[in-house]
C-alpha cells in the first residue's frame, strides 16, 4: 500500500542525501514562512483512490490499495481541550517544531499528506460529556477529544461478535470483563487516521488476541511462568507459520484451534494480512517475538523471585510493551511507511521512546489493580522502591518522572527525525505513533472500571 505522496527514499540513499533533502525544505519552508507564516510549500495533489468495504469480508491478498478522502482530524497540539481541574500545570504543549509535525502541512495540494482520511461519511458529532476519570498528577500527556460515538458503537459490536462467534475467546463469566476493558473505545482514539471502521478492526482484533496471551499464558487467568516458553512459541506459529513435511503439517494446523490465545491470534492475523503488505506484516511479526521475549524475561524473574536491578526492567519493558500496537497506525491508516526507512536507527529509536512511554503508563494506571491481584508484580515503582530503598510513594512519584522523561526524549527524537528525512510518509508516521500514545493514556485515564489512582496526592 504505497503512500499517495513523493516517492519515498532508495535504500541506497545515502544520509547525506537526507541531509540536502532537509536543507532545500528548509530553505522553501524559509521562504513561505517569510511570506506567509501559516502556509507550507506547495505540493501537487493526488488521486483519491478505491475504498475497503466496511462489512465483514476483504479481498485477499497484500496489495489492497487505500486512498481516502482527506478529511482534517486533529491530534494532540492542534485543539483546545478544557484542561481537567487535577493536575492541571501536568498537561502541555509539544515543542513549536513537534507541533507543526503533528498539526501537517497545510497549503494548496497537501491535504492527501495530513493525518486523517476517512472513506464513509462522517456522522453527527456526539454531545461533549465530562471526561472520564481523573490523570494522574504531574505526569505529562496531551488530552484528545472524545473518540467518534459511532466508531466506537460499531467496533465494539464487530469485535464482541468476532470474540464470541469466531474465536470462541472467553467463557460467559469473562463477559464484564471483556466488556470493561472498553476496547473500541481504545483503538478508535488510539488510531484517528483510519479510514474506515475494516480498517481499525485490524488493529482491535490483535489487540484483544496479545490480551488473551497475555492473560491466559502470563496473568491471572490461568498462566504461570512454568512452561511459558513452549506456550508463547506455539502460539507465535499462528502469526509466523509452520513450514514443515506433509506429514506433519496438518498436526500443526490442528493445534490453532487448540485455545482460545491461538484461535484469536491465527484469526487476527488472517484478517491483517487481507490489508498489510509483506514488509508491514513481518514488522509485525518481529514486534511480536520481541513482545513474547519480554514476557519470557518477566517469567523468569517471577520463577527465581528476582527483583531486577531499574534498569534492567526497564530494558525488559522495552520488548514486554505495546511496541507492535504503535508501529501498525500505517497499515491501520491505509498506506504504508517504506521498510527501509522503517528500520533506520533514528526511526527506531523513536518507536522505542514512544512505546516505552506508553507502557510506563499502564504500570502507573495499573498500580493500584496489580496490588490487588495474587502475588507479586513486577512495575516500575515496585521496583525503584525496593531497589532504591524508597518509601512506595517516593518510587510512583519517580516512576512518573521516568515517564515525563522518556515522553520528552520521545518528542525531541520525533521532531528532529521529521526534518531529516523530509518524506511525507515520515512525519506522518510520526504523527500515527503521536496519536496513539495519546490515545493510550486517555484510554487507560477513563478506563474506571480496571484502574484507579493510589492516595500519593
Known amino acids: 500500500m504505497p503512500d499517495p505522496g513523493l516517492s519515498p527514499l532508495q535504500s541506497s540513499l545515502p544520509a547525506a542525501g537526507a541531509h540536502f533533502g532537509a536543507h532545500v525544505l528548509a530553505e522553501a519552508l524559509a ?5 506567509a507564516p501559516d502556509v507550507a510549500p506547495v505540493l501537487p495533489s493526488l488521486p483519491a483512490g478505491p475504498a475497503l468495504p466496511t462489512g465483514p469480508s476483504l479481498p485477499t491478498g497484500p496489495s489492497v490499495v487505500v486512498r481516502a478522502a482527506p478529511v482534517d482530524v486533529p491530534v494532540h497540539g492542534s485543539v483546545d481541550l478544557p484542561t481537567p481541574d487535577v493536575a492541571a500545570a501536568s498537561v502541555r504543549q509539544p515543542s513549536p517544531a513537534l507541533e507543526r509535525i503533528l498539526r501537517g502541512p497545510s497549503g494548496l495540494g497537501t491535504a492527501g499528506l495530513h493525518l486523517a482520511r476517512r472513506e464513509e461519511p462522517a456522522p453527527p458529532a456526539a454531545p461533549e460529556g465530562p471526561v472520564v476519570g ?5 505526569l505529562y500527556y496531551h488530552p484528545v477529544p472524545e473518540p467518534d460515538a459511532a466508531r466506537v458503537e460499531e467496533v465494539s459490536r464487530r469485535i464482541k461478535a468476532w470474540a464470541q462467534d469466531e474465536v470462541a475467546l472467553y467463557p460467559d463469566d469473562w463477559e464484564d470483563q471483556f466488556d470493561g476493558f472498553f476496547v473500541g473505545r481504545y483503538m478508535v482514539a488510539c488510531h484517528p487516521d483510519a479510514p474506515t471502521v475494516e480498517h481499525l478492526m485490524l488493529a482491535t482484533r490483535l489487540m484483544v488476541a496479545e490480551n488473551a496471551v497475555d492473560d491466559c499464558y502470563c496473568e491471572d487467568h490461568g498462566g504461570s511462568p512454568i512452561g511459558l516458553g513452549g506456550r508463547l512459541l506455539m502460539a507465535h506459529t499462528a502469526l ?3 513450514h514443515t513435511t506433509k506429514e506433519y503439517q496438518p498436526d500443526w494446523a490442528q493445534s490453532l484451534h487448540s485455545d482460545a490465545p491461538r484461535r484469536a491470534y491465527r484469526s487476527a492475523m488472517e484478517y491483517f494480512l487481507q490489508v498489510a503488505g509483506p514488509s508491514q506484516a513481518d514488522r509485525f ?10 514476557y519470557l524475561a518477566e517469567a523468569a524473574w517471577a520463577q527465581t523471585e528476582y527483583v531486577p536491578e531499574v534498569w534492567e526492567y526497564l530494558a525488559m519493558r522495552q520488548f514486554n510493551n505495546f511496541r507492535p500496537c504503535p508501529t501498525i497506525t500505517d497499515t491501520v491508516g ?12 533514528a526511526m527506531q529509536r523513536v518507536i522505542a521512546l514512544a512505546s516505552n512511554a506508553t507502557t510506563i503508563v499502564n504500570d502507573l494506571y495499573s498500580y493500584t489493580k496489580e496490588l490487588a491481584s495474587p502475588g507479586r508484580h513486577l512495575n516500575l515503582p515496585v521496583v525503584i522502591a525496593e531497589r532504591e530503598g524508597c518509601s512506595v510513594q517516593e518510587a510512583y512519584l519517580k516512576a512518573v518522572d521516568v515517564h515525563n522523561d522518556l515522553m520528552h526524549d520521545f518528542e525531541a527524537a520525533a521532531a528532529e527525525l521529521a ?8 512525519p506522518r508516521f510520526l504523527r500515527g505513533v503521536a496519536a496513539w500514545v495519546d490515545g493510550n493514556h486517555y484510554w487507560h485515564q477513563t478506563n474506571t472500571y480496571r484502574y484507579s489512582l493510589p492516595d500519593f496526592w
Open 334 to 345: 491505509g498506506y504504508e511507511l517504506p521498510a527501509d526507512l522503517h528500520a533506520q536507527p
Open 240 to 242: 509466523d507459520p509452520l
Open 31 to 35: 521562504a513561505g514562512v517569510a511570506a
Open 134 to 138: 481523573h490523570p494522574i498528577p504531574g
Open 285 to 294: 511479526r518481529h514486534d511480536m517475538a520481541r513482545l513474547h521475549m519480554g
Open 419 to 426: 526534518v531529516t528525512c523530509p518524506v511525507p510518509s515520515v
